[in-house]
């Protein structure tokens, strides 16, 4: 099996740049599995194709703002080139794993300082071979204040409200990335859902 086997041809002009409101007027594809015909629906539809003793499973993580812009450090001063990490996992207090751009220049020992500090300096201890950098950062950054939520690479537009790349039950902050299915549910729905009797688990 290749990956290009699941390449396809998804034209710029129908992905969304902005998301709709309500949560649940998005759009909803169904696929009849005894005829195989597509029906184009609402994701508010969803109740119709559920009944009492279904078991939906839902991901309760919160986006935390793990995308962080800088520079490199050039004489001493931010006036280097610009850098991109992406947080993955806290090892420590003050050191991550994480993906940084442009990968070929954060070697081990590069400095950089983000955007959003003002003397704090982000130091890469280690760039295993997969890739993945250990950066160490100031102990007791807020990384709340000084991140932004990390958008897919399809998204071109800036959020204007971070609570909308977050799911209404988001409860464990923790995840670098929404569970982008769930954010279609309203309160809503899914009292219309437990009204039928489907179960709601969340983990």
């Known amino acids: 099996m290749r990956t290009d086997d699941f390449d396809y041809v998804l034209p710029e002009d129908l992905i ?3 998301p709709v409101e309500p949560r649940d007027s998005s759009r909803l594809l169904l696929l009849d599995r005894t005829s195989d015909e597509l ?3 609402n994701f508010s539809n969803l109740p119709e194709y559920l009944e009492s003793g279904d078991v939906m499973v839902f991901n309760d993580a919160r ?7 800088g520079r490199k450090l050039r004489g001493g001063k931010p006036v ?3 850098v991109e990490i992406l947080l993955l996992e806290q090892t ?3 050191t991550w794993r994480a993906i940084g751009r442009p990968g070929r220049r954060l070697r081990k020992g590069t400095t950089f300082k983000l955007d959003s500090l003002r003397n704090e300096l982000v130091e890469v201890l280690q ?3 997969d890739g993945v950098r250990t950066v160490r950062f100031p102990v007791g950054l807020d990384l709340s204040a000084a991140g932004t939520v990390p958008l897919p690479p399809y998204i071109k ?6 609570e909308r790349y977050q799911t209404v039950y988001a409860r464990s902050e923790g995840s670098v990335a929404a569970p982008t299915a769930g954010l279609h549910f309203t309160e809503n729905l ?4 437990r009204v039928l009797g489907v179960e709601a688990v969340f983990v």
């Open 92 to 94: 420590a207090e003050d």
């Open 16 to 18: 969304a740049q902005a």
């Open 190 to 193: 899914l009292d219309n859902i």
């Open 63 to 69: 986006v935390f703002p793990a995308r962080l812009y």
């Open 80 to 82: 280097g080139g610009k």
């Open 157 to 162: 537009l800036p959020l204007n409200n971070s």
């Open 39 to 41: 029906q184009h629906r």
């Open 127 to 129: 760039v295993a071979d």
